[in-house]
Nanobody, 119 residues
């Protein structure tokens, strides 16, 4: 069974930084894409960033480009989201997700971790 567990969320002031972690288990992810999504109060869930497990391709939402960085430690089966220069509008529940490269939709989701950015 695939399991994704997020951690690292919390309360931070605007301009600060947080690093989210996603511990992945249950299978080998060499043919998977790992992603981060977020859902703010009153808004739909939105894509934030993604990376192929093996690297080589990264994508970012325009709203976070230049501030957030997605990475992974394959030896530790962990995906990270480094968030710098946080803004109040970044406040959301952040979710780790995974999908096989050949499917359109993300197959697996974590429970989420709350990020709150105060002004």
């Amino acid at each position: 069974q695939v399991q994704l567990v997020e951690s690292g969320g919390g309360l931070v002031q605007a301009g600060g930084s947080l690093r989210l972690s996603c511990a992945a288990s249950g299978r080998r992810f060499s043919t998977y894409v790992m992603g981060w999504f977020r859902q703010a109060p009153g808004k739909e869930r939105e894509f934030v960033a993604s990376v192929r497990w093996t690297g080589g391709s990264t994508y970012y939402a325009d709203s976070v480009k230049g501030r957030f960085t997605i990475s992974r430690d394959m030896a530790k089966n962990t995906v990270f989201l480094q968030m710098n220069n946080l803004k109040p509008e970044d406040t959301a529940v952040y979710y780790c997700a995974a999908k096989a490269t050949i499917v359109a939709r993300y197959d697996f989701w974590g429970q989420g971790t709350q990020v709150t950015v105060s002004s």
